[in-house]
C-alpha cells in the first residue's frame, strides 16, 4: 500500500510565570536596577513584547550539552515566546561558547552564562527548567542533580545507559515532583499518533505481533571514523570529565563526540540509540507505557570487544508481552523494517517517520484518526518542546513522562543483556529484576569510577 519515504535518524526535529524560584515580578524589577514605585518607562525587554510574556513570567531554562542533538533542541526553546534560555553548561568550551553565541545572539544580549560544571548550572535558584543532552553515560547524575535542584527537565532518549540508573531518574523525578519530557519526540507527530490510536482503539483486532525495526551497524556522525590513534585529548575539551561516571580510556577521537554511542563504556550502539523511538511508538499504541515484556531472547553481532567501536552491528531480540503478544525488535534484518509494525487478528499498521501503511486505505488517507472512532483518545501535542512547556506551567504529565521512557527502553536494555550472556531471561516487570539469573542480573548496573556515584 502507500507510502512516503522514511528517514534515518538524526537529530530531532523538536520545533508559558515565575512558579517556584520566588524571583516575582516585583523582585525582578528590583534586581534589574528599577525602582519599582516609581512610573518608570520600562523598555520592552523587561516589559514583555508581542506574544513575549514579562521576563519575570517566562520560563528559565538552562541547558547542559550543546552538541548534535543540543543544538536543534535549544533552537526549539529559544523559539517558545515564554521562555528564556539563560545558562548553557558544556565540558567542552568549544561547545559552549558555541551554544552561549547561539543563545545570546537570538536575544541580542549578552545574559546568557555558560558552565562546565552541570552542578553549578543546578545550583542556581533562578533557572526553572533543564534541557539534558550530554552521552548516555551521564544521563543519570545530571538528571538525578537537575531533579534533586527542583528543575523540571527536558531530557534525552534512551533514558540512561543501564537499567539501574534508569530506575534511579524514575525515583528522583518522582520523589521530587518534577516534570519530566523525554526526547522520544515521535509522539508530537501526526502520523504516528494516528498509527497508536488506530491500534489502541483495536481497529486492527487483538494484536499478536509487534515488528520494531531499527537501524544496524555504526554511522560516522562525527566523521572521526579514522581518527583512532591514541592522542591527548585537546585543550578545550576536560576529557576526566567528559568521561564521568564511566571507564577512563586513553583518549581516542573516533569514540568522544558523537560517535561515542558506539562503545559500550559510554552508549548502547543503534539497539539503545533508537529503541527510545520506534518501541516508544510500539509501547504506545499497545497500552503498554506501564509494562513490560516476560521474556526476552536475543542474538547480535558483535566487533571484537576491544574494538574502537564495539557495539553489535546487528541484532535480533524476541520478546513475550503479557496476553500472548511478540515483539521482534531488529537491526540488520531486512524482514524488519525500519520503524513500527502492529499486527492483530483484522489488520495491521506500519508507521515510520514521514511513513505510514496499513491494511486500510481509509485509515492512510486520514490526517488523524475522526472522532468518532476515537474512543480511546490519546493525548495530542503537535510540538515536544511545547508540550513540555506547557507541562511545566499546568503541573500535568507531558506526552512522554520518565515512567514511560524507563518502560520504552527496557525491552532494549534487556536485549542486550540476553545477547550478552547468551539466553533467554525473564524480565520480572512489577519488581523490576530479571529472574534467576545472576550473571544477567549483573548487567542491570554496572561500577562508577570514583568519585562518582549513583544515588
Ligand atoms: N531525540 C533524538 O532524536 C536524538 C537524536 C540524537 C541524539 N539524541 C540523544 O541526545 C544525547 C546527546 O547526543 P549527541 O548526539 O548530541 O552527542 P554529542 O556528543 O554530539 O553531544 C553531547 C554534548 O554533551 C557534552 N557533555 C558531555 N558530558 C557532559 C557533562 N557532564 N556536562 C555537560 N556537557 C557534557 C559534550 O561535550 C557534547 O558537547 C544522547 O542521549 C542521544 O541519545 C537524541
Known sequence: ????????????????????????????????????????????????????????????VGIIGFGMQGRPNTEGFLRQPDCQVVAVCDVDTRHLEAGVKLVNEHYGNSDCKGYKDYRELCARADIDAVMVAVPDHWHALVAIEAARQRKDIYGEKPLART????????????????????????????????AAE????????KVTHVEVGLLAGHIDFAGTKDKTAVTAPPPELDYDFWTGPAQLLPYIEARVHRNWRWHYNTGGGQLLDWVGHHCDIAHWGLDFDSTGPIEVEGTGKFPPKDAVWNTCVAYRITLKYPGDITMVIAGGYPDIRLGTKWIGTDGWVWVNRGAFEASNQDWIEMQRLP????????????????????????????????????????????????MLVGRKIKWDHKNQRIVDDRAASELLGRTYRTPWRLT
Do not use: C
Not at 518534577?178 to 502520523?191: D, L
Not at 511545566?392 to 520518565?402: A, D, L
Open 1 to 60: 500500500m502507500k507510502q512516503k519515504k522514511s528517514s534515518r535518524e538524526a537529530p530531532s526535529p523538536p520545533t508559558p510565570l515565575r512558579h517556584r524560584t520566588g524571583l516575582s515580578r516585583r523582585n525582578f524589577l528590583r534586581l534589574a536596577g528599577l525602582a519599582v514605585a516609581a512610573p518608570t518607562i520600562l523598555p520592552a525587554r523587561v516589559l514583555g513584547v508581542g506574544d513575549r510574556p514579562p521576563p519575570s513570567e517566562r520560563i528559565t
Open 163 to 194: 537499567v539501574a540508573e534508569q530506575q534511579a531518574i524514575v525515583r528522583a523525578v518522582q520523589r521530587y515532583g518534577r516534570i519530566w519530557q523525554t526526547g522520544s519526540w515521535q509522539r508530537s507527530v501526526a502520523n504516528f499518533h494516528k
Open 198 to 205: 488506530i491500534v489502541r482503539n483495536g481497529l486492527i483486532g
Open 371 to 418: 472522532e468518532e472512532l476515537r474512543k480511546i483518545k490519546l493525548p495530542i501535542s503537535t510540538d515536544h518542546i511545547r508540550n513540555f512547556l506547557d507541562s511545566v506551567k499546568s503541573r500535568k504529565p507531558t506526552i512522554t513522562p520518565v515512567e514511560v521512557a524507563h518502560n520504552s527502553t527496557i525491552p532494549g536494555h534487556l536485549g542486550l543483556i540476553s
